[in-house]
């Protein structure tokens, strides 16, 4: 049964510490990754389906790799009529909430001077959709739809292929949200035919979507040639209580994070040691009712968390402290709470606001910041697939406006290139040597440092 | 003298290829600098001071790391009197600038269900200014005012000591753009120190500023401890030109970019080979009157380019394949060549725009995605030092309005967990077992590809 830890004492600093410092390392595997980088760079196609032969046993043509026409609308048939209609309703709330996303640039005149900042979505984007069961429907979408959102128009989806075919969920939830072509290629392979693009696969401009170790090192490692979304870590969930939460609703809330991966962790910061006794009994309880009770029992066993703090101010703070990926406000006036939250990706308040209804359906994207990330990173968004393009025009009389901040700061800097620029549009073609110039020799220095 | 070449030709397309792959390695100090990482996270100041003495030859104690306000107000008295009006007009102009990048967040309400998105500043901010002759003041603005005008609350600049002292612009630049503190540190050991943190300097959630191989190796390597800004690579300029362009002009900026580094590359497209030629003559002429002539003359030999395209169009389209930091419009009609243009960082429109208002003093931002990562990166701005949090509310009614959808994905995904999470809140106790669960075990699968 989870031990129930008193805030400030080493046992409850100690798993906090624990807590933060989970990961799992990709050195192991960045030797044999670069290596598929490098052989679907040169090779295209070929290489990619001969690590789709090797890794997944599935022997494809490069006629085979997308997907067809005829498959999806087999799929789609396939598919239970009430999931179906749930992915829909899920599709249509996801893409709402992320509308008000889209952001538009602007434009401001002064003086002879234009300024703009345009917006604009990225040409190509890649979604990778992992294999067998973590193949989920609902990342599917969360993936895509903001990437359609955003105007992006090309969108390629990546999923490995196995004897027994893609999930017909997958398929569907693709169309639903938009992709304009699945191709049956997944690991690093897929990653490499994103980024460097072969004869069947566009290159893209930004990847996104998790994966295992390989998919995750090999985004690591095409990044800068590509943009990707952040490596997701182990899934978290905080829950801060009162005594007006209901014990078995906060437990079954940190089983469901639990029974993601053994990695997993499930913090609960009760107000009242009695709580916190009660929530790990339910814990204990429901665990063993739970389908996937081995994988929720190793996360349990290992980061299963229940604190005692004096006040929700203090559960505040020490939240801050972790900035978990999701937060449930389990208290009477989460409300009220809320502007003392300041690291979290996502935050749920009071009681019926279950973490599920924001992993499937509530609107919000369910691609958040891990491990602390949510100190400084936002949940998967519009913003993440679109670029933006400052653009500056100045007329004669806004340059000549201007110019002399121009010319003195390029002179103070020993940049005489930058200033003669300036200068030989005012007419004059004189090089007047910057101070830095003239003086410069002495502070002239190479180092660790520079 | 550049050669200019037709586009089509095999030259011109391994010229193109030449400009995308410049890069340096940073393999050779990724040993050294993970070692000074850890030493500073393990030793704090003394690790900091010690590391400080050997790369930078300044022995310091730990009172002597942060700038006293008695020397800023020195150096801000020793900055000659012009050189401090055009600092603070370019500051003026580029925080009104920043200001309209300022992103509100939203709310919305929909039977039962509140969603939102907050926006809020990072809680701290680290600035990397270069020490020796790469301190420049216009980077110290453009690095923080973005910070400042995102509303973060504590910005530290840390800067290289040298026997002769931080530059007075440097230290006048930091107090007129707002940091909170400026520490004497620099290389991959000040980049550690703002990443975990010491008895002196607070660890930050961000941290951004160019610096040489060993402060972008260590940007990189603390990258997910905390974030970074894009590790800038060469800079360049791509001036898109036709027969209205004064080859003198065209010329000088290529110059201009030039001067910045042996790396840097100046490419003009030129409608018309006679332009060219007329912009290879200037080219070399002007290079021999700049005092950084060493420098230009390095950049200009090896990836100095003078392209001849047929029409603007074309020129565009070539562009967009390079994805520029800078580009210059140097054409008769620059706003309606405009939206051909898809990928660049910053675009100057018209003859009297040339690059170095921007760098110096228009608004934007100069700090601009580099080597073809304006494909799907933006200018360093405002939404760089915020992070998005998802906020969700149902009321009971809310909840059970969406709790049958996701019920139903959870059950299809095979996570009980989940749905029983609701489904306790609906007052059934029952575990509906899954679909996946009940014939998941044929779709489970453990390989490189999932």
Redesign the interface.
């Known amino acids: 049964m989870i031990e129930v830890l008193r805030d400030g004492t080493p046992e409850a600093a100690r798993q906090i510490d624990k807590l933060l410092s989970r990961s799992e390392g990709s050195e192991r595997v960045a030797g044999d990754v670069e290596a598929i980088l490098r052989a679907v760079r040169k090779g295209g196609d070929s290489a990619l389906l001969r690590y789709t032969k090797r890794?997944?046993g599935v022997s494809l043509s490069a006629g085979e790799l997308v997907v067809s026409e005829a498959e999806l609308a087999d799929a789609a048939r396939q598919v239970p009529a009430?999931?179906s209609?749930?992915?829909r309703?899920?599709h249509g709330?996801i893409e709402k909430?992320h509308k008000?996303?889209v952001?538009k640039g602007?434009e401001?005149r002064s003086e002879g001077?234009r300024?703009g900042?345009r917006v604009?979505a990225?040409?190509r984007a890649g979604v990778y959709v992992?294999?067998?069961?973590?193949a989920?429907?609902?990342s599917v979408l969360m993936n895509i739809v903001p990437a359609r959102v955003a105007g992006v128009p090309d969108i390629t989806v990546v999923t490995?292929p196995?004897p027994?075919g893609i999930?017909p969920?997958v398929l569907l939830a693709a169309q639903i949200a938009g992709a304009h072509r699945v191709v049956r290629a997944?690991?690093?392979q897929?990653v490499a035919a994103l980024a460097y693009g072969t004869e069947t696969v566009p290159r893209v401009?930004?990847i996104v979507g998790p994966?295992?170790i390989?998919v995750a090192t090999a985004k690591r490692l095409v990044f800068?040639q590509?943009?990707i979304d952040m490596?997701a870590g182990p899934s978290e969930v905080l829950i801060i209580a009162d005594t007006t939460a209901d014990p078995?609703?906060v437990a079954?809330?940190m089983?469901?994070q639990?029974?993601?991966d053994p990695m997993a962790a499930a913090v609960c910061i009760a107000t009242d040691v009695k709580l916190g006794a009660a929530i790990a009994v339910e814990v204990e309880q429901?665990l063993g009712?739970?389908?996937?009770k081995s994988i929720?029992g190793k996360s349990i066993r290992k980061y299963g968390t229940i604190l005692v703090a004096q006040t929700v101010e203090r559960a505040a703070d020490i939240a801050n402290g972790i900035a978990p990926e999701h937060l449930e406000l389990f208290v009477e006036k989460?409300?009220a709470l809320?502007p003392s939250?300041?690291?979290?990706?996502?935050?749920?308040?009071?009681?019926?606001?279950?973490?599920?209804?924001?992993?499937?359906?509530?609107?919000?994207?369910h691609v958040?910041?891990t491990?602390g990330?949510?100190?400084?990173?936002?949940?998967l968004?519009v913003?993440d697939f679109?670029?933006?393009?400052?653009?500056?025009?100045?007329?004669?009389k806004?340059?000549e406006k201007?110019a002399?901040?121009?010319e003195?700061?390029?002179l103070?800097?020993?940049?005489?290139?930058?200033?003669?620029?300036?200068t030989?549009?005012l007419g004059r073609r004189g090089?007047a040597?910057?101070p830095?110039?003239k003086s410069?020799a002495?502070?002239?220095?190479?180092?660790?440092?520079?």
């Open positions: 890794f997944d009430e999931i209609r749930a992915l309703e899920a709330r909430f008000n996303q952001e602007f401001v001077i300024l900042m604009s990225v040409e992992p294999g067998g069961t973590a989920y429907p609902s490995p196995s027994q999930r969920e997944g690991g690093a897929a401009d930004k994966g295992n390989w800068g590509v943009d490596i078995a609703w079954a809330d089983l469901a639990a029974e993601h429901q009712e739970l389908p996937r929720a989460p409300r809320l939250i300041r690291n979290a990706g996502a935050v749920f308040l009071g009681q019926y606001t279950t973490e599920s209804l924001g992993d499937y359906a509530a609107g919000p994207n958040l910041p491990g990330a949510a100190r400084f990173s936002s949940p968004g913003y679109v670029k933006r393009t400052s653009i500056v025009e100045a007329s004669r806004g340059f201007i002399p901040v121009v003195a700061l390029a103070a800097e020993g940049l005489d290139g930058h200033a003669l620029a300036v030989r549009r090089t040597a910057s830095a110039t410069g002495t502070r002239e220095k190479k180092g660790k440092s520079d």
